[in-house]
């Protein structure tokens, strides 16, 4: 199972980095949201697909199971998820600003 995610992992970061490399700037935002799944799923497979009990004191379980990960995954989430609006708002201000998406132009480069 985590082999699958590994490489779901691994085909998520190669899409986003062919949309970060794009001229068009909400193809940029959608590379950095989805390199951001990419980076949870990552957290996720490297905390480890363990089965268990909760940890609960009183209880003898041989086995818990790690809480560590989905807390951090469940910050990150917030996290990335406050950043992509932010980044939507920039580039719809930025749009009004001067009617173009293209990152090219928005640089001030010599279109040929």
Do not use: C, W
Not at 17 to 32: A, D, F, H, W
Not at 83 to 109: S, W
């Amino acid at each position: 199972m985590e082999t699958i995610i590994i490489l779901l992992v691994g085909v998520l970061v190669s899409v986003a980095t062919y949309l970060l490399l794009s001229k068009n700037v909400i193809r940029v935002v959608l590379g950095t949201a989805l390199l951001s799944h990419a980076v949870h799923l990552l957290l996720l497979t490297m905390g480890g697909l363990k089965r268990g009990s909760v940890p609960i004191l009183g209880d003898q379980p041989e086995t818990y199971t790690d809480a560590l990960p989905q807390a951090l995954i469940l910050t990150a989430i917030v996290i990335s998820f406050a950043v992509t609006a932010f980044f939507l708002v920039l580039v719809f201000r930025t749009y009004q600003q001067t009617n173009t998406d293209n990152l090219h132009e928005l640089k001030g480069a010599d279109n040929e």
